[in-house]
């Protein structure tokens, strides 16, 4: 079995075999690393791109620059990506830039997180989480 996961770097989509843990995964266009990745700042069309092609949960943070605990939370979010990568796939969405975006899944509070799988939202919570509540939220869905 595999799932198809896309290289946060190059964008391409990648089929890597679907297993419990990764020692080593790359990409097949850039041969960057699929593991240990930062969550990656995201525009539309980028978004889509990921929500579309991708096997693995798709969590993505809805924030902005002038909120405190979206900038709290900042580390934490990139912490668990690094983690996760790439049983999860963690974007950012500023809202104030992708107002679209916001308005298209009725953002009401930053930071709002919402897991999509299969490109479907299947959850979502707002406000700061600590790296062990986001992991584990995460993982409900993996």
Known sequence: MSVNVVCPHCLKVNKIPAKEAYTKANCGACKAALLGVEAKSVNQSQFERFLVNSDIPVVVDFWASWCGPCMQMAPVFNAVSKKLSPHATLLKVNSDEEQNLSAKYAIRSIPTLIIFKNGV???????????TRLINWINQYR
């Not at 959850?123 to 600590?130: E, F, P, T």
């Open 121 to 131: 939202e299947v959850d979502r919570v707002s406000g700061a989480l600590n790296e």
